[in-house]
Structure formats: structure tokens, C-alpha cells
């Protein structure tokens, strides 16, 4: 096992924070001036512990290198509905006799597939699909008898913990909880049994409770099916372009022998980051991480995404008609979060359209009240790859998205133009600084944002030099960066429009016309 240690002074940072303004922020600055300890398993298995010992607690995050943008074709979701399989149990936890219960899912999922066969087909037998479903649903009944509703989250719940859940993206999926710090070993017996014994418990279950969540996030709200048809123009190649929750219909395709395939290929440990914070002994650490994960196998590299968005070759405008409110939502591809224009597009983001000093707020809300308000989607739907600056709008009664449109764009040609003041620079400097140090202000923040630069950039030190590299845009950057991103023929525009409304802007602008 490759073992480095690094003691690292993170004290140093606050010379980049204004301690007056910031004191209450600032508080636990402090608390950095500790220890943190990297090592790598033999299988690839990267830990981050972080010794902070304020309080008998510990705080894990278990970050994965896969989101949407992995999933293969056909399969859109197959990232999420992992985020819901993650405290299902194992073959020891969450079943009654597992070797029983196991006989039974491999036949369900074996029906299912050929329900699903017949359901495709060129000439699909209605009957067979009848008796093949019922068969399914008999099973997933038989399936239930073996099944102990919760045990994983009552073995937490019991013994101290606190805050266990799971997110997933484009970019990465994560779990995390805390415990006292006297039950890490018990942590490390269920994290290790989790991944070394996966099962897919109630998996067709959840893939109905994934299907629900897409028809209440995006279907039955406007601003949910504004989002999706927004990528899915912005995007022409990109799996960027394809939602994270899934299209129904791959929803319905997904079995648990696509799902298991998909967890062999990504679920390696060379792909896992895990980081430990709280009040946490290196050493202790290090030897139950041997214990418990060394003997997980190392998998092959997972395949990279080798699609690159092609340039795009001029401006993509759609319209959604609806009875609510209207919205504005625009967008232009930028740059990956590695990319030496990321941190000028995000304080150019923040002098723009960011909370109630930002240019926007305060000529088109405060001054022109042509404006509701904005929202600011810097970094969607993902920053691995070429992401998008995206502004979200509600026009004001009385005002049309496309006034509103025209206003935008006009606040960002006086940027074009170098109205820009040092000192707006500056405070969006001061929000970015502040932003960090709440990440950072707890044990769970420091786990994940340590976790989620090394695992997803390649070093957890990049929380800490971002900050660095913020320091060094300068008021040319942010005009610059505007001048080459912020194109017309680099932007998409979407609207949320009433019928009636729609009818007399059609004659103003080229409505629904993707330029395909």
C-alpha cells in the first residue's frame, strides 16, 4: 500500500479572507491547522482522512466517479436509480435468507427481461405479455416476504448516526452519513459490505419511485420541463444533453442485469474516493481501510467520455406554452472546470446575475422592474465537461420574456464594453471565499468537498488553490471572458410563454426554431 502524509497548514488561508467582515465565518479557520493523511489501497482505493476532533463525531463521504454522463445509450437514469439502491442492505443486512431471496429476484429479473422482449418486439403477443407480467408481479410479491424494510438506516439510526443520504449528477454520485466517533469501525463493516456485496433489492420498485420523482421534479413544473428541453437543444452530442433522473422509456428498459453490469464497470475501487472527518486517528484509520476494503478487487479503468460538443454554429431558440408564469432561460457554452477562463466565468457569473448586488438584480428588479428576479446557473449540468452559463428569468407583469431577453443581453454587452467597477470585482471575490468557507465548516463539508475534488479533479488540495487562482482574475479577465463566451451565436433560449402571448411575439423573433 502506497502511504503519504501530509500535514498541511491550512491557517495560511486566511490571508485571503477579509477577517472583519467575515468574522463569523471565518470562525472555525482555525480548527484547518490540522492534519490531513492521504493513502492509496493497492486496489486503487484513495482515503482522505482529516483530523478535526471538536466534537466525538466523524463525518464519511463516499464519492463515485460516474453520474449521467456515463450511462450508456438507452439507459438515462441508470446513474440515479443507483443513488436509491445505496442503503438497500447487502447479503447480511436488509434480508431474511439471502440465498432464498436471491433465487428469487434472478428469476424476476429473468421475467422481466422477457416481458420486456416481447413488449419491443416487431409483433408483440399481448397474451404473453399478459401472463409474463403477472408472473413479475407474483415474484416481486415472493420477493417482499425476504425483505427487512429499513434495517441499514436502523443499524445507523441506533447506534448515533445522523444525515445518511446520497445525491447523484452528471458529474459523480455520492453517499454520506456520521456516527460517534466510536462506531468507525462500524462504519468501514458497512461501507466495505456494501460494495463488495451489492445486492438489487426492491429494484423494480424503486425504478416506479424514480418515475414519480421525474413527473413531480420536471413533468408538473414549468421550470422542471424548461430545464430539460434547455439542455437537450444546448446539447447536440454531449451526454450533457440527457437527464440525469432518465426518459421514461429507458426507465422501462433498465433491468437489474444492465444495472449490475453498470455497477462492475464504474463501482471499482479505483474509481472511489472516500474522505473521513472528525475526530479521527490516521493511523487507525489506515488499518481498518486495510481490513475491511483491501481485499476488494481493482476493476479495469472505467471507459472515458470521449464525445466532445461541437462548436456551436449559431443561435438555438425554443418555446414552451404554458399557463404559468413565463420564464426566461439562457445559456452559453463555456468551459470546464479545469480550464484557466472557469474561474473569471464564475466571478463574471456572480457580478451578473448572483443575489441582490449582482447588475441584474439591481437595473432590471430594483431600478426597471421589468424583472421578478434571476437565477444564476453558472456550471450546468455539470463542470467536468464543457458546461453552459446559464441565467434563468421571470419576467414582471406586464413585461414579455422577451423584453426581459433584451435587457439581459444588454447588461451583458455594457460588461462586453468594460462597465465593470474593481469593487463589484471584488465583492463577488468575497461571496466565492465565503461560499468556501461554509463548505468547510463542518465536518460533513469538509468530507465532501475534499472527497469531490479528489475523485472528480484529481486532488482534494484544489479546494484550497482554487482560491488562489480567484485572487489572480483581474477586471480584463471578466470583460475578456465575456467578450469570447457570451456570443449570440454561441447562446440558446428557451421560454415559458402563455398561448396568448405566444401568438403576438411570433412575429418579433423566430419562435421554436431550434436551428437545427
Do not use: C
Not at 478535526?52 to 445509450?73: D, I, K, L, Q
Not at 455497477?263 to 475526530?279: E, F, M, Q, S
Not at 457580478?351 to 441582490?356: D, E, K, Q, T
Amino acid at each position: 500500500m502506497k502511504l503519504k502524509r501530509i500535514i498541511v497548514a491550512l491557517g495560511l488561508l486566511g490571508a485571503f479572507f477579509l477577517s472583519a467582515a467575515q468574522a463569523g465565518l471565518a470562525q472555525s479557520l482555525d480548527d484547518f491547522e490540522e492534519k490531513v493523511t492521504e493513502f492509496t489501497l493497492d486496489n486503487g482505493l484513495t482515503f482522505i482522512i482529516i483530523e478535526r476532533p471538536v466534537a466525538p463525531v466523524v463525518s464519511f463521504a463516499t464519492y463515485v466517479n460516474v453520474g449521467g454522463a456515463n450511462e450508456p445509450v438507452g439507459h438515462t437514469g441508470m446513474a440515479h436509480i443507483f443513488e436509491h439502491m445505496a442503503f438497500k442492505g447487502t447479503h447480511t443486512v436488509g434480508t431474511t435468507n439471502w440465498e432464498e431471496e436471491q433465487q428469487v429476484l434472478e428469476e424476476l429479473d429473468h421475467t422481466y427481461q422477457q416481458w420486456l422482449a416481447e413488449k419491443y418486439s416487431t409483433s408483440p403477443d399481448s397474451a404473453r405479455m399478459d401472463t409474463l407480467w403477472s408472473r413479475f408481479e407474483a415474484l416481486q410479491e415472493e420477493a417482499g416476504e425476504y425483505v427487512v424494510n429499513n434495517e441499514f438506516s436502523q443499524i445507523i439510526d441506533r447506534n448515533g448516526g445522523t444525515g445518511m443520504n446520497a445525491t447523484t449528477s452528471q458529474d459523480r454520485t455520492n453517499y454520506f452519513y456520521s456516527l460517534p466517533e466510536n462506531r468507525l469501525e462500524l462504519w468501514f463493516s458497512l461501507e466495505s459490505d456494501r460494495f463488495k456485496n451489492p445486492v438489487f433489492r426492491e429494484f423494480y420498485k424503486e425504478k416506479e419511485v424514480v418515475r414519480e420523482e421525474r413527473r413531480s421534479s420536471y413533468e408538473s413544473q414549468p421550470v422542471g420541463r424548461l430545464y430539460e428541453e434547455f439542455l437537450a437543444v444546448a446539447y447536440t452530442a454531449h451526454p450533457y444533453g440527457r437527464p440525469t433522473i432518465g426518459w421514461h422509456s429507458d426507465i422501462t428498459a433498465t433491468t437489474m442485469e444492465d444495472a449490475r453490469q453498470f455497477y462492475n464497470t464504474y463501482y471499482v475501487p479505483n474509481n472511489i474516493t472516500i474522505a473521513i472527518a472528525g475526530d479521527v486517528q490516521p493511523e487507525e484509520a489506515r488499518d481498518l481501510a486495510e481490513q475491511y476494503f483491501g481485499d476488494l478487487e481493482e476493476g479495469p479503468e472505467p471507459p472515458p467520455v470521449y464525445t466532445k460538443e461541437p462548436e456551436q454554429r449559431g443561435e438555438r431558440r425554443f418555446t414552451i406554452q404554458s399557463e404559468a408564469q413565463p420564464y426566461l432561460l439562457m445559456g452559453y457554452h463555456t468551459v470546464n472546470d479545469e480550464h484557466p477562463d472557469f474561474k473569471a466565468l464564475r466571478l463574471l457569473g456572480s457580478i451578473l446575475a448572483s443575489g441582490r448586488t449582482s447588475k441584474l438584480h439591481k437595473q432590471l428588479v430594483q431600478e426597471d422592474q421589468t424583472a421578478l428576479g434571476f437565477q444564476l446557473l453558472n456550471g450546468v449540468p455539470g463542470t467536468k465537461y464543457e458546461t453552459l452559463f446559464g441565467i434563468l428569468g421571470a419576467p414582471n407583469q406586464g413585461f414579455s420574456a422577451d423584453t426581459l431577453e433584451k435587457s439581459i443581453t444588454a447588461e451583458i454587452e455594457k460588461i462586453k464594453e468594460g462597465d465593470i467597477s474593481r469593487e463589484a470585482l471584488d465583492r463577488a471575490r468575497t461571496n466565492a471565499r465565503a461560499d468556501l468557507v461554509r463548505g468547510l465548516d463542518s465536518n460533513s463539508g469538509l468530507a465532501s468537498s475534499l472527497a469531490s475534488a479528489e475523485n472528480l479533479r484529481g486532488d482534494w488540495r484544489k479546494v484550497f488553490t482554487d482560491l488562489e487562482e480567484l485572487e489572480q482574475v483581474t477586471v480584463d479577465d471578466i470583460q475578456r471572458v465575456a467578450r469570447t463566451y457570451l456570443t449570440k451565436d454561441n447562446r440558446t433560449v428557451g421560454f415559458i410563454v402563455n398561448k396568448e402571448e405566444e401568438s403576438s411575439s411570433d412575429e418579433n423573433r423566430g419562435v421554436a426554431d431550434a436551428n437545427n
